[in-house]
């Protein structure tokens, strides 16, 4: 597992640990939860020359047990994790805001 993979799958370890505490909150979609797994790879990356995030995205798209990672996470994130915390972590700029998003 790459360094972008394993940051990643921690990250993914606090989407999983917000779901545990709203049960009444609206759900997050597909489609939010693939914005904030995309989201949370280029995070994954960020401070690395353009080139290099482009090549690890590449990568990690091409690498079939990264594509199931990214697959499970979304699943597992699909109307299970609160839309609330999952826009939260879209919107976040660095890891650390990440883990703020609850």
């Known amino acids: 597992m790459t360094k972008v993979a394993r940051r990643v799958s921690a990250m993914a370890v606090g989407v999983f640990a917000v779901a545990v505490g709203a049960a009444c909150a609206p759900k997050a979609t597909k489609e939010d ?3 904030m797994a995309n989201h949370m790879t280029d995070i994954g990356l960020e401070g690395q ?3 290099v995030a482009k090549a690890a995205r590449e990568q990690l798209a ?3 047990k990264n ?3 990214h697959e499970d996470l979304v699943t597992s994130c699909t109307g299970q994790v609160p839309k609330t915390a999952v826009d939260c972590m879209i919107a976040a700029k660095t890891t650390a805001d990440i883990d703020k998003c609850k």
Request: glycine share 0%; hydrophobic share 15%.
């Open 67 to 69: 594509k199931k990672e």
């Open 62 to 64: 091409a690498d079939p």
């Open 49 to 51: 020359p353009a080139d």
């Open 33 to 35: 939860c693939e914005k």
